[in-house]
């Protein structure tokens, strides 16, 4: 082809592939933009296709010859986007590409693959002269062999063996990627085909029924030794972490990994990419534990996170805060759920959704609550009748309605299992309204204090211990407390609080055993508790000591007495001195790091780690030509 025709096609095509999983059943879509793109210049490169069909008739087969020639010339010019454009392989193809089928079906049927990979060395040589190392590149010629016979072999109404082909593709392609010099050429096919595969993966994990048989043969050949059965969804993910640990692992250019331009550099461009269609993947088949050595090695080994595009960001920031979330580490994620937040473009309202609600669930078990000009924006419709019922409970220091509320047969019960965010809320929380129980006790019926006799503000563990009783009985639907008429789906009295089991007192003695048969002991009782044990003052005595080590209280309890004293109220108040703001005691103690989270002010200061940021605990040190203590201080 002549340089003034080549010169005429686009630089690439813009077109971004979605990750999101969608009806397998219209495997790929987003090729017609692209395909669009490069009809007219693939006419001019490829004329006359008619003809070229009845030449495909014998064994010539000239437009894969003119395909392998422009793709030798893409490579000259290392042209990744480009190549990207050349290598289709989603539905619908256009005309030019059904006729390299035809020509592959019958020059190269199945079992001629060496044929194939021949055609391809002579027109794509291993060796070029002018690579700096030398060598050959045989990854990608065998990769150009499978995209062919991928073509050839395809049949996508069998969604299960096009994700085999699928993923066998990848991993040649990624075998591509590794080539020092040429291998950053096929970064944007890579990150298209695993994109691709992990819309694929998911799609087919929707549909069990067309994956069923691969459990059954898993089942049928492990044997009695079989561990956790990797899903398809798992091992489609570990096939793009490869492609994430190439990219990571660049060691060409500078050391920080960053141009001149304060750009990422080389494969490094990968990073996020693949780091976020492995996590989408990984949450997608909730196996979170896989997603933290993603974290760690993009802590320790890429570039700051703010020079990729916003997309990545907010994709990165949103299942890193996921991750912190899910692992307890709450004012963590709220840091990495805010930046995404705020990044997060007006446009894209699903995504602010998703990124708000584990937000605002960090937030209330920080104690903060949702702000009303927050939950009337359209990103949060309906967020309000799920959170605002909650956070008035939690203020007021209501235990019945709260755990009515997080209970399993409550409204919103399912909602909150979904998102799983249930028992995070539930076991949290609970701190945080025995701490307004406290508050509401003293201000109801406690002594507010006596500056003339000198006396502390305090309240009497005999009120709490009234109001909690009060509440226990409200919450497990004891007689003489009707449930409230405004909240629907209550538990009935045959179906009480969880926590009642664990308020049962010294079992009864197990009925006597039949000799010819035998029954454990614990099956023979019934778990619904006969009798029930209240809220003791030890018990109100141990929440307090928990509540004061924890900072949420300020004072001491008399344990003669029987009463709690608030201390410092002379200077700022008995309340503010005795109950402390949750989210200004939790704030305080937090500092601002993030693991994972690779800022632009950690690569600044000394340390010896990637980009000169410090090391921090957790990370690895390498001591690699360190020398022996006191080695070198003969001269001292």
Known sequence: MSAPIRSLIPETAAVSLSAKGGAPGLLIQSSVLRLRTLRPYLDLLFPHASQTARWASGMATP????????????????????????????????????VIVSELRQ??????????????????????????EGGSWTPFILFLVQYFTFLRDVNVEHLVETHDLLKGLLNQCILALSDASMGVVVLPTVISLSRTLARLAIGLDKRPELVAHLTRRESTMGGEEVGERITLVESSANVIREAFKKCLSERSGPSSGITQENKPEGRRIGIYPTANLCLKLFFHCRKIRNAE??????????????????SQRVTYLYYLGRYLFS?????????????AYDQCHARCPKQRRLILIYLITSNIILGRFPATSLLQ????????????????????????SFRTLLSLDSESADWFLSKRILLQLRNR???VV??????????????????????????????LLTLATFLEKRALLLPNHEPNNNTKNTPTPTRTHTNSIFLMPTPPTPPTQDLTTYTDPDLLLPLTPTTLLLPTTLEISSILSSLIDQGLLHGYISHKLLRFAIQGAKTKGALQAGFPNVWAVISRRADGEVPGWVRQDDREGGG???????????MVVKLKGARAVGAGTEGL
């Open 107 to 132: 020059a190269y049927p199945q079992g001629t693959e060496e044929k194939l990979e021949a055609k391809c060395k002579a027109l794509l040589p291993e060796y070029d002269e002018e690579r700096d």
């Open 429 to 431: 929380c609970e701190v």
């Open 327 to 339: 692992n307890n580490h709450f004012y963590r994620a709220l840091l990495a759920l805010q930046s």
């Open 434 to 463: 025995w701490r307004s129980l406290a508050r509401r006790t003293f201000m109801l019926a406690g002594f507010h204090g006596d500056a003339s006799n000198k006396k502390a503000p305090t309240f009497e563990l005999a009120d």
């Open 63 to 98: 437009t894969i010859e003119n395909f392998l020639a422009e793709i030798a010339g893409i490579l000259r010019e290392n042209n990744g986007a480009r190549l990207h454009d050349y290598l289709i392989l989603e539905p619908p193809l256009p005309p030019l590409y059904n």
């Open 293 to 310: 050595q993603i974290f760690g090695n993009i802590y320790q080994q890429s570039p700051p996170l703010t020079l990729y595009p916003a």
């Open 377 to 400: 924006r359209p990103e949060a419709e309906g967020l309000a009748d799920k959170f605002l019922p909650l956070c008035q409970a939690i203020a007021k220091g209501d235990l019945a």
């Open 608 to 618: 010896a780690g990637y980009g000169g940021r410090k090391e921090r605990v957790g």
